[in-house]
């Protein structure tokens, strides 16, 4: 299944927030921005159900992007990762968590159709085939591959839901390839996607 990495955290409602919601939110954090501590404070930071999209903003409220020599590692914030996850996590913290924010994006979509995040039914298929398709706009095949492959690597998941999570993942994948070629990819058109396949019986879910 899908192991959010905001770990028992599940968004109840699909929210927004305004550019000052989200900076008034950072400042009664009273973190300090361009400090080497910044970007994994403001990751942990607590958050609420009308502010929960803020921390996708942390980078630039702590202004990662000028400062990227910020050390800091992904495994600290969630120690639920694979050895897979946090070896990614150890090449490249600051890209494999943008990776992993486009994880907390899916769960944001696919709530838009299912109200209560499940495993291992069309809620989980969901997740699992837009997550897919986001990471392959954002980064390529290779780099979503390595992101999704590592995450699946739980010795303790079973074998069916193992299947069940790779076949989506996979799915995702190419209906995203195709859709950055033809120019179309958007939020939209991937989950638009998803519903199309899970019609024509194309996703797999092991329970409903």
């Given at each position: 299944m899908l192991r959010l990495l905001l770990m028992t955290v599940i968004i109840a409602i699909a929210s927004s927030s305004s550019a000052d919601d989200c900076l008034d939110w950072f400042k009664k954090t009273d973190i300090k921005p361009n400090t080497k501590d910044c970007l994994i404070d403001c990751s942990i930071a607590p958050i609420g159900?009308?502010?929960?999209?803020?921390?996708?903003?942390c980078d630039e409220f702590c202004k990662v992007s000028q400062a990227k020599e910020t050390i800091f590692k992904l495994s600290d914030l969630y120690p639920g990762l694979t050895s897979a996850e946090r070896a990614l996590a150890a090449e490249d913290p600051v890209k494999a968590l943008d990776a992993y924010r486009l994880s907390w994006k899916a769960e944001e979509l696919c709530h838009s159709l299912y109200a209560k995040s499940k495993t291992n039914d069309a809620s989980d298929a969901c997740r699992h085939f837009v997550w897919a398709?986001?990471?392959?706009?954002?980064?390529?095949?290779?780099?979503?591959?390595?992101?999704?492959?590592?995450?699946?690597?739980?010795?303790?998941?079973?074998?069916?839901?193992?299947?069940?999570?790779?076949?989506?993942?996979?799915?995702?994948?190419?209906?995203?390839?195709?859709?950055?070629?033809?120019?179309?990819?958007?939020?939209?058109?991937?989950?638009e996607s998803f519903k199309r396949s899970l019609k024509k019986s194309e996703i797999v879910k092991l329970k409903e």
């Open positions: 159900m009308g502010d929960f999209m803020c921390r996708n903003r398709g986001l990471l392959t706009n954002s980064y390529g095949k290779d780099y979503a591959l390595k992101i999704l492959n590592a995450h699946e690597q739980d010795p303790f998941q079973p074998k069916e839901e193992l299947a069940m999570d790779n076949s989506n993942n996979r799915l995702g994948i190419l209906h995203s390839e195709t859709l950055i070629k033809d120019k179309k990819f958007s939020d939209e058109t991937i989950l």
